[in-house]
């Protein structure tokens, strides 16, 4: 089956909603009969995915191939840069790490030969879909970087894909940013600008038209449509920008307090999606700078770097206020990299994480973590060992996550494990995983989407409900039991939005 028809997504600048507007197509395609892909050529992203082959993949391209119905693979995002530190990053090229890399050495050594990295994935798409959906990064019209832009224009020259631009007008200068985008543009490239989409508005229709209308004059470019500001839409993002505009759901007054900390290099965020929205419950991200108050379960989520966040929860006396929130009691979870930092001991002596050698962790679970270079990514199915606390009513319950990590850690003074792995990438096995404290309230894993495991999220949950006098929770209540609804919201709310006919047209799939 062989698909040339493809459209691409490019923003006038990072966080306009590509990706999930990218999103809605693939349902919209997959919905109308089109067995439909995403791509994206590279991704810097410390959201990731793994692949049912064990290969890392940028979050956004796994939820769009939810969203389309299809499997993830490495071919949807075969280049994926994931900061370290300052200027470095680890580069993932189809779905396992390369090397790390300064941004002058990636630029100057590894984008030349990318180009067939790119080509290679889109024929083979090509050949196995319909349709592709392809997400464009940052802005195509950076002018410092073009020469060697290989995720915008030049996907799009190698797809021969026709060009939606889309931009943010919650942000301002919606105007200016879609023709300055233009005017910045080689005259082969605004060629293949074939639409004009407005994101995340929120206002009077009757004041925008105005503004409309010129823009198509004076671009000669249509509108294909105004897409409204969906709040707390509960489908995953690329990555921890988004917190920037929306880090606090369920108001003050909420019986139920969840906090997370917002680590300097916080990754795979996406796991504290499955408590937003929940009856009764506020999800707050802990800001540098603020304190993390009298929650009743407090999340260390993942980390690109544990050595340098544990550095910065020690810097900030957060450290403290988690030992103290441990003591009265509260429940604390460490996913991934949070898991380390609960553990006594990080040991980095190759420098692998960064060059601060070992450290002394928080002390609340006792684990020691040693980094090396192998890195860890599966698929994971695995079954609750516990009998501490309220795991011991889930002993036995089998669960599904994903693992994307560096650091190997082990049971020391005879702790218990939260969990054992039995399949790997499909593949069987038998590896214990995790932790958890005497009355089983501190816990940690290394299996991200451990919480859209509906069985864990209610244990816990209706646990804190109980002692504060509330009803159960049911399944129907949690997140992870909602995601193919939200989808379907979604794509219905793009395609009402949104002139699909003119989008059909302009990819060649119907008649003008």
């Known amino acids: 089956m062989r698909a040339n028809r493809s459209i691409m997504v490019q923003g006038t600048s990072s966080n306009v909603g590509k990706s999930l507007l990218c999103t809605a197509l693939c349902r919209i395609f997959a919905q109308d009969g089109y067995l439909t892909a995403p791509f994206k050529a590279q991704n810097m992203a410390l959201n990731s995915t793994v692949t049912p082959e064990g290969g890392e993949i940028g979050r956004a391209q796994g939820v769009q191939a939810e969203a389309a119905g299809v499997a993830p693979s490495v071919l949807m995002n075969p280049i994926l840069m994931k900061p370290k530190q ?28 990318a180009v067939s990295i790119v080509r290679d994935c889109l024929d083979k798409l090509q050949a196995q879909y319909e349709v592709l959906v392809i997400e464009g990064a940052g802005s195509p019209a950076e002018i410092n970087l073009k020469d060697r832009d290989i995720v915008n224009m030049k996907t799009a020259q190698l797809a021969d894909a026709p060009v939606l631009l889309a931009a943010d007008i919650d942000r301002g200068g919606v105007f200016a940013s879609l023709i300055g985008t233009l005017e910045l543009l080689e005259p082969l490239e605004r060629q293949r600008i074939k639409g004009f989409i407005i994101n995340k508005f929120r206002g009077d229709m009757s004041l925008l038209q105005p503004g409309l209308d010129f823009l198509s004059q004076r671009t000669g470019i249509p509108v294909l ?19 920037a505009e929306e880090n606090d759901w369920g108001g003050d007054h909420a019986a139920v307090q969840v906090a997370v900390i917002q680590l300097p290099h916080i990754s795979n965020f996406t796991d504290i999606n499955a408590f937003i929205g929940l009856p009764d419950c506020r999800v707050r991200y802990v800001q540098p700078g603020e304190a993390i108050g009298d929650a009743d379960l407090l999340i260390i989520p993942g980390t690109k770097n544990s050595i340098l966040d544990l550095l910065y929860l020690q810097e900030h006396g957060y450290n403290k206020q988690i030992c103290r929130l441990a003591d009265r009691g509260a429940y604390v979870a460490g996913i991934c990299g949070g898991f380390q930092m609960l553990g006594r001991e990080l040991l980095d002596p190759q420098g692998i994480e960064a060059d601060r050698g070992s450290l002394r962790g928080l002390g609340l679970l006792p684990v020691s973590t040693w980094f090396g270079a192998k890195k860890t990514t599966h698929q994971a199915r695995a079954e609750i060992i516990s009998d501490l606390g309220i795991w011991q009513t889930l002993q036995r319950q089998q669960v599904t996550g994903y693992e994307i990590h560096m650091g190997q850690t082990v049971l020391i003074d005879g702790g218990q494990s939260l969990t054992r792995i039995f399949s790997r990438s499909g593949e069987c096995c038998s590896v214990v995983d995790g932790a958890c404290s005497d009355n089983g309230r501190i816990f940690g894993t290394y299996l991200h989407g451990i919480f859209d495991n509906a069985a864990v999220t209610l244990a816990i949950m209706n646990e804190i409900r109980r002692g504060k006098g509330l009803a159960d929770m049911n399944s129907a209540d949690l997140p992870c039991e909602q995601r193919q609804r939200k989808y379907d919201e979604w794509a219905q709310l793009v395609r009402d939005s949104l002139d699909m006919d003119k989008i059909y047209r302009i990819m060649g799939l119907r008649e003008d």
């Not at 200027?87 to 790390?100: E, R």
């Not at 449509?225 to 917190?243: A, F, K, N, R, T």
């Open 86 to 113: 300052d200027n470095q990053a680890q580069i993932i090229t189809l779905g396992v790490p390369y090397a790390d890399m300064s941004a002058t050495a990636y630029r100057h050594d590894f984008l030349p030969g």
């Open 225 to 243: 449509g105004v897409v409204p500001y969906w709040h707390d839409h509960g489908i995953d993002e690329e990555d921890s920008v988004c917190l």
